[in-house]
């Protein structure tokens, strides 16, 4: 599955972002999908995902109760909507499929194919 990006940009601290993630392939469907985030200087961290059929999701301690992920299936896109963004939020935000269906794992390993990155920066 190939993965395209999108929705990032500069925002102020409080603001909201969604971003976009659509594929192309047959297998998008029936992979979990994940969202991970990498800023300067640091490793690349999960931040949610979503098994195949949008039924189970998970996220980083620190944005749970502030972004969502979804998933449209019918439309090959997966969704983070991000509320009250924070300056740390600020990074390069990366879709990836995952190799389960429904397992959702933080492990950047676990996950096949990866769009290539879309810009957040939250300024203060």
């Known amino acids: 599955v190939q993965l395209q990006a999108s929705g990032g940009g500069l925002v102020q601290a409080g603001d909201s972002l969604r971003l976009s993630c659509a594929a192309s392939?047959?297998?998008?469907?029936?992979?979990?999908m994940g969202w991970f985030r990498q800023a300067p200087g640091k490793e690349r961290e999960f931040v949610a995902g979503i098994s195949w059929d949008g039924i189970t999701t998970y996220y980083a301690e620190s944005v749970k109760g502030r972004f969502t992920i979804s998933r449209d299936n019918a439309n090959n896109t997966v969704y983070l909507q991000m509320n009250s963004l924070k300056p740390e939020d600020s990074a390069v935000y990366y879709c990836?499929?995952?190799?389960?269906?429904?397992?959702?794992?933080?492990?950047?390993?676990?996950?096949?194919?990866w769009g290539q990155g879309t810009l957040v920066t939250v300024s203060s």
């Open positions: 990836a499929a995952s190799l389960y269906r429904r397992r959702i794992t933080t492990t950047p390993d676990d996950y096949a194919s």
């Open positions: 392939g047959h297998t998008f469907s029936s992979s979990a």
